[in-house]
Nanobody, 119 residues
């Protein structure tokens, strides 16, 4: 079992920045990738970005060029740097961890952290 704890959400004005953090603990050996999903009110949960242990990253088109996913392996922590935030980025952001092999398969989920971008 992998336990994920997120932090860093909040309220920010459009054009601002936030950084989300997610610390993993437990059976870290069972995962080789971590990422972030988000879910806006009335919408399906969608992938934002993921990063494999080998450094492979993938971003949703909506966030490319604005968001950056990074990882501190020593701390088992993944970060999501978010710049040039837009009101449409408002959502609950969920950290996840799982397996990457050509595609990303998240198996573990955090509790979610709210990001609200005001116009």
């Amino acid at each position: 079992q992998v336990h994920l704890v997120e932090s860093g959400g909040g309220l920010v004005q459009a054009g601002g920045s936030l950084r989300l953090s997610c610390a993993a603990s437990g059976s870290i050996f069972s995962i080789n990738a971590m990422g972030w999903y988000r879910q806006a009110p009335g919408k399906q949960r969608e992938l934002v970005a993921f990063r494999s242990n080998g450094g492979i990253t993938n971003y949703a088109d909506a966030v490319k060029g604005r968001f950056t996913i990074s990882r501190d392996n020593a701390k088992n922590t993944v970060y999501l740097g978010m710049n040039s935030l837009k009101p449409e980025d408002t959502a609950v952001y969920y950290c996840n961890a799982g397996y990457y092999s050509n595609s990303y398969y998240p198996n573990y989920w955090g509790q979610g952290t709210q990001v609200t971008v005001s116009s």
